[in-house]
Every structure is written in structure tokens, then in C-alpha cells.
């Protein structure tokens, strides 16, 4: 349908998909002042320089850059010995607004996060996203409601984050997800995500994503280098490297590829938890269901550990042997008492020469509170777009 405007026709369909460098195009230097501030919350100004290797003058211009363009405010002014006063400097929280999605084999999880990667709000959408189309206007209309609770406007929404398990193919532009996946499997998502939610989407997979989460807000808080094990429906990684995500020429970087096809049946995956648990006689509805009522005294809990642990313990030699990381993060849709068993039974290889063997990472329950997978999906367009 058309409308008549002007003289000109003037279309009424859907709007267009805004562009991914629309409006927030800054500079790195621009982009290394404003994660400085972001980890340090609030901070004097005059402090900023010390974590850079640019000149005070320098920085105060890039600050006033930032704050003329409404992404930092001034506070109040503090005085460090007997220079003059500094102003305290911090985010503008309300000045741009990411959103997350994590599409998971038996649920969908949305949540809405501000400049200072504050999570406003999470969502749960309990229906299997079995099918692509209906599940796209549920998040779409899930969406909705939560820019309108929290009073946030479409136009400062920069972009949307979207995880989903599975490796890429097709130069990253295809996910190969899990079986109750298949609907979002083997074809261009990113496109469809796009015009279904008519803004930059950002596709990546989800223990990445839970590794981007866990690194601006959890382990990644005190671990500048860290594995992240996501134990789901499967079982993958994710890396950050220097306090950075490490995604890979092919985006598959810690797609765990150590097992023969019959070793793979005895991975520490969530699906064959249930599986075990089911022949067992417990009833296990989804992963989420597994999550939420997890009982460390249910039968086919210590056979499945037992039977898993083998490949679980090469995982994490593997990547302590690989990486050298600080700490390896047990996450995704893990219950925390089962990861607190996990841990607790990993064995490092001990045999070394002269008996001494080579420091080892700590062995750590993700410390980041609600979706982590969905929580570094609405971090990444900030990361991407305004932070380094």
C-alpha cells in the first residue's frame, strides 16, 4: 500500500534495516577512552592518561569529544594532591541501548543493556524455537514490551546480538546449530534476523557470546585470559585472549574438535544428562527444566560424570596446554551444583619431569548472574561498535 506525499509516492511498508555504522562511528582512540571509563564505572579525568600512552592534553580533547557527542558527562570534581580539582568522568548510560538474544534448543532468552553494559531487563520465552517464523514475532513482540517497560525508544537501540549454538559454515554467514535447530540451520540468518527486527544483528555463536558476558562482567573482571566451557544441549567454548574475544578466521574458535565420532557420545553434554537421567526413571522436560530442579542425589548423575569425565578432563588439558589461561569458566546451562561436582573431580595431567609441573589455571563457576550466552550477545553490538 501506498500513500501520496508531496507530490511523491511514499511507501508504507516496514521501515529499512538501519546500517551498522549509522550515527556511532568513532575513532579507536575515542573508542579506548570510553572502555577505560566503562571499567572503571567513574573516574577522574586527569586519571584517564595513566591507562593510555597519550599525553593529559590529549585526552582531555577526546574526553570533550565524547561528551559534546553525548556518550560521557562530567561529575563532580575531585582533587588529587595540589593540582587543580578534576572532574569526575563517566558513561552516559541512557545515551544508546543494545539488546540480546540467545536462541537456545528448548527456549529463547532476550535482555536490554545500556552503554555501561547494565542489564536493564531479561527475558524468558519458554516455547522450543522449533520454528523459525513463529519464533522470530514472539521475539519481536517480546522486544517491544521491553523497550516499553524500561522507556527506551527504537532510535537508541544500536543493534541487536543474536547466539545460537553450532559452528559457522559458508564464510560465517550459516550456522550448522543442533537437531532441534534445524530450522535455523544451513541457511543466511543474519538477513532474515534483520528484516525481522528491522536492526543490525550481530550473529555469533552462543559460547562466544557467553565468553564476551562472562569477560566484561564476571571471571573476565579479575582473568584477562580465560577459557569458557558452555555446556548446553552440546558442549563448546569460548576464548578471550588479552582481555578480548578470540572468534577465529571461520568464527569457530572453540569449537572442541578432540574426539573421535565415538568419543563424542560421551561428552559432557546436557542432552545426554537427560538421556541418562530419563533411563533412570526422572523426568526431565528441556535443559531449562534440568537447570532449574537439578538434584546432585538423582540417579544417573554420578554414572554420567563418571562416564564423561574422561572426555571433560582432555577438554580442559587440552586448552590449559593450548591457551595457558588464567582461569577456565565452567558456564552456559550448567546447574551450579553439578559444575561444583565437575570441578571438583577435573584431574590435570601430574606427571612432569623432576616431579614439578607448570602452574595451572583455577577452575571457576561463572560469575555472571541470569543468560550469560544472551548477556554477551546484547554486549557484543557495544563492543563492536564503541568499545575495544
Not at 36 to 56: F, L, P, S
Not at 318 to 332: K, Y
Request: glycine share 10%; charged share 20%; hydrophobic share 40%.
Amino acid at each position: 500500500m501506498n500513500a501520496k506525499r508531496g507530490g511523491k509516492t511514499a511507501s508504507l511498508s516496514k521501515p529499512a534495516v538501519p546500517k551498522k555504522n549509522d550515527g556511532l562511528l568513532l575513532s579507536p582512540s575515542e573508542r579506548l577512552i570510553l572502555n577505560i571509563v566503562r571499567r572503571h564505572g567513574t573516574m577522574a579525568r586527569a586519571a584517564i592518561a595513566a591507562e593510555t600512552d597519550m599525553v593529559q592534553q590529549s585526552v582531555h580533547r577526546l574526553v570533550e569529544q565524547l561528551t559534546a557527542r553525548g556518550l560521557l558527562r562530567a561529575g563532580a570534581t575531585i582533587r588529587n594532591g595540589r593540582g587543580q580539582p578534576s572532574p569526575r568522568i563517566e558513561l552516559v548510560r541512557e545515551a544508546a541501548y543494545t539488546a540480546g538474544i540467545s536462541i537456545n534448543t528448548d527456549s529463547i532468552t532476550l535482555c536490554l543493556a545500556d552503554l555501561s553494559c547494565h542489564i536493564l531487563e531479561e527475558v524468558h520465552i519458554r516455547t522450543p524455537p522449533t520454528h523459525r517464523n513463529a519464533s522470530l514475532t514472539a521475539i519481536g513482540d517480546a522486544l517491544e514490551r521491553i523497550l516499553a517497560r524500561n522507556g527506551v525508544s527504537r532510535e537508541k537501540l544500536i543493534g541487536v546480538g543474536v547466539a545460537i549454538g553450532g559452528f559457522f559454515v559458508a564464510g560465517r554467514r550459516q550456522m550448522n546449530a543442533p537437531e532441534p535447530l534445524q530450522d535455523w540451520s544451513l541457511i543466511d540468518l543474519v538477513p532474515i534476523l534483520e528484516e525481522a527486527l528491522h536492526l543490525p544483528v550481530w550473529l555469533e555463536n552462543n559460547a562466544t557470546t557467553a565468553a564476551i558476558g562472562e569477560s566484561l562482567l564476571g571471571a573476565g573482571l579479575w582473568a584477562q585470559n580465560f577459557a569458557y566451557l558452555s555446556f548446553n544441549y552440546g558442549f563448546g567454548a569460548g576464548m578471550v585472549v588479552g582481555g578480548k574475544p578470540l572468534f577465529g578466521t571461520h568464527g569457530n574458535a572453540g569449537e572442541l574438535t578432540l574426539f573421535t565420532p565415538e568419543e563424542a557420545a560421551h561428552r559432557p553434554t546436557l542432552s545426554s544428562l537427560m538421556t541418562e537421567l530419563r533411563a533412570n526413571g526422572i523426568a526431565i522436560d528441556s535443559v531449562e527444566d534440568l537447570r532449574q530442579r537439578f538434584d546432585p542425589t538423582w540417579p544417573g548423575v554420578e554414572s554420567w560424570i563418571q562416564r564423561t569425565l574422561p572426555a571433560l578432563n582432555r577438554t580442559v588439558n587440552a586448552m590449559t596446554g593450548l591457551f595457558d589461561p588464567e582461569a577456565i569458566v565452567f558456564g552456559g546451562q550448567l546447574p551450579l551444583p553439578l559444575g561444583r561436582l565437575l570441578i571438583e573431580r577435573v584431574r590435570f595431567v601430574d606427571i612432569h619431569r623432576y616431579g614439578v609441573g607448570p602452574d595451572r589455571p583455577k577452575l571457576v563457576l561463572t560469575e555472571t548472574n541470569g543468560d550469560t550466552s544472551a548477556i554477551g550477545a546484547a554486549l557484543l553490538p557495544l563492543k563492536e561498535r564503541l568499545f575495544e
